[in-house]
């Protein structure tokens, strides 16, 4: 029997030409150099080298060590280049040019796809909000009082977002321990995960400028899983009355493919009905819907501990996008924000163990132990996929995150 | 008379041979050519063109538009260059090479020196933090149980750090008007300042590695005063529970001269008295004394309205850039992180409007009109000095900028 040639997917193979993902790669043969690479089922399409073999006038764009000149390069090349490949991979024509440039991806390492210029976590989930107020400030109401009126964020660390793989070193940090009269300080004992989407900026803005809710497909070029690691012990005692900062920068991990905004068209959806009516510059009533259809899990050491539903989401991107901006602030090429923790209704549905063992007082059941926080050695994965056109699925980039002790 | 040289400056000059601040500049006739200069007087060296004339091995690493490659290369290179600046601009032997490449300030254009990778605020002044806590929570602890146990700081907007004299355009944002039942919108109705010093990180690290106190200088390479404009009204409506965001992430000016750590030995004293025994990790009681005697200005078109002590700091630059790594977190070259606003004891010893005029309840009286917060058309200057060697005084570059209406 001849060998298949990966031109020949599978009949609804989830990188099929419809998701068509970003990334960078090296191959073993070459470690140090550093490619645009396109996921095209269990294979890596050499991006430039294709683009050359095929004399299309992306080439250089495409020969690149990092995504940033193709995020900057705006809308319509995206669309252009997106359409070159699509007819690469599929025009039989193409086939002896194409089949050389694709490289099984068991030879290949993943990088970090962009530089992140800043990165902005929001807080969008009001299952999520509603959850971890009670836990934090049983006291209080569950949301503060702007909740529903802004979509509340800050700025994290860009300089500690890393691709998926990277080892998750246990982080060292202050804790109050209740009843304590001083802080202690040591590893982390409430070591988290937050499972959320990401949104990555392509085209920039000018510094005064506001970016509306219609402008967002003109500016974010495409979407990433995201783990926003969280120290709870270190993030509880230091958030207040600035917020978290030593609790979440040690490390953020991202995809390591870059999902095309135009790939997850048949997975918009209208987001929860509002509470509230908007300001202006946040009402979506009139815009295409700004839900997306993405369907999370979340794996502990293999086992499936929730499935978050990213169409839960209080507050679509575009609302994130509009309210980041309507201060002026600029926008440049690379700039990575990220929804907050995806959680829905269900218990079975969160997104961190905070909320999943309410705090440690009901620990997961897995095969090999119970657990409230992270342990040493244990591995996170997180997986999604939406709806594609035609019945088909688009499979996001997975997120794996294994825990290194501290050092 | 003949015209006195550059090179012959008064005794006592602030920005004479003991201070040499980087910055970088465009001159009139070629204004797309970027280049590192260094203050000398009132001119601008041309540090790539004096390096060349005399053959020095750093000419290549000061032919750059960016200080950010002369921040990489360390502290060993950073003493040397400085060395050869001094010597350049002060051995007779010199003076015909050097001459040519001193450019008169009033025909440069000065640009932002230096790519900022993360930006961090820190909230060091017990006493700054104590007014404002009364001021926006009167109804608890001035400051929060966490204040003295490390220093308190949160990420902020990497893309929005300008240079001195960019004009800050008035932000629009959200604020929820006292007895209101829903927020409005608009420009901002508090438009404040806060005088703060910003550390720029020379020498990167590696994630998971920790900077120890001691490690202060090997790590940062100098200092700017910086301006965090922050519009009080959106602040206080979206700050809980998160933090700051689009209140203060409009804009941030730092100065256009970055000052060598070298050239603040002189002015290197103890911090304040701890009220509380410091983990190790921030325990400073036997590394040489962290705290800077910088004096600093606050003037509002040109009326001096504050003088905050920066000596007065409970929380010193080293153990802030401790705290920031402790957890892991890496840091990269043109990281760059602020004090918080420096306020000391005293009413005109407050670095920002928001205390100077107890969040309004008092305001200044200025020849042209009482104010509050900022007005249209106001400009703010900061200015600084600290204690040199033998008595001399080393200016830091100042931080201007004007208010430009809402758009």
Not at 199 to 209: K, N
Not at 272 to 300: H, Q
Request: proline residues 10%.
């Amino acid at each position: 029997m001849p060998q298949q040639s990966p031109l020949d997917l599978p009949e609804g193979d989830p990188f099929g030409p419809h998701n068509l993902p970003y990334g960078v790669f090296s191959t073993v043969e070459d470690p140090g150099r550093r490619r645009i690479g396109v996921r095209f089922g269990d294979h890596v399409l050499d991006a430039a080298g294709a683009a050359r073999a095929l004399g299309s006038a992306h080439a250089e764009l495409l020969d690149q060590p990092l995504l940033n000149p193709l995020l900057a390069a705006g809308r319509p090349v995206w669309t252009a280049v997106r359409a070159e490949l699509r007819d690469w991979l599929t025009a039989p024509a193409h086939r002896a040019a194409v089949e050389p440039h694709l490289i099984p991806l068991s030879g290949v390492e993943l990088h970090l796809p962009f530089e992140v210029a800043d990165y902005v976590d929001f807080y969008a989930s009001e299952h999520h909000a509603t959850n971890v107020g009670r836990i934090f400030r049983p006291e209080g109401e569950a949301l503060t009082p702007n909740w529903k009126h802004l979509p509340i964020g800050y700025h994290g660390r860009a300089g500690t977002v890393v691709v998926s793989g990277t080892p998750v070193i246990r982080p060292l940090g202050q804790r109050m321990p209740a009843g304590a009269q001083a802080p202690e300080f040591g590893p982390s004992r409430r070591l988290d995960i937050e499972a959320e989407v990401g949104f990555v900026v392509g085209t920039p803005s000018a510094l005064g400028d506001r970016v509306p809710l219609e402008a967002f497909r003109e500016h974010v070029f495409g979407v990433t899983l995201l783990n926003d690691w969280s120290a709870r012990d270190i993030q509880s005692w230091e958030y207040r009355p600035l917020g978290p900062f030593l609790g979440k920068s040690f490390a953020t991990s991202v995809s390591a493919w870059v999902t095309p905004l135009d790939a997850l068209d048949a997975a918009r959806t209208e987001p929860p009905a509002r509470d509230f009516a908007l300001l202006d510059y946040l009402d979506d009533s009139a815009v295409e819907p700004g839900g997306l259809d993405i369907r999370i899990e979340v794996a502990v050491n293999g086992h499936v501990v929730a499935r978050p539903p990213f169409s839960a989401m209080y507050w679509t991107a575009a609302q994130q996008l509009a309210h980041m901006t309507v201060n002026g602030a600029s926008l440049r090429t690379g700039d990575l924000f990220a929804s907050g923790t995806v959680s829905g209704p269900e218990p079975e549905q969160r997104g961190c163990l905070l909320e999943l063992t309410w705090s440690g007082r009901d620990p997961l059941e897995l095969p090999e132990g119970k657990r409230t926080f992270l342990e040493d050695g244990d591995e996170v994965v997180l997986t999604a996929w939406a709806p594609g056109p035609d019945g088909s699925r688009v499979t996001l980039g997975e997120v794996a995150g294994r825990i290194a002790p501290a050092v």
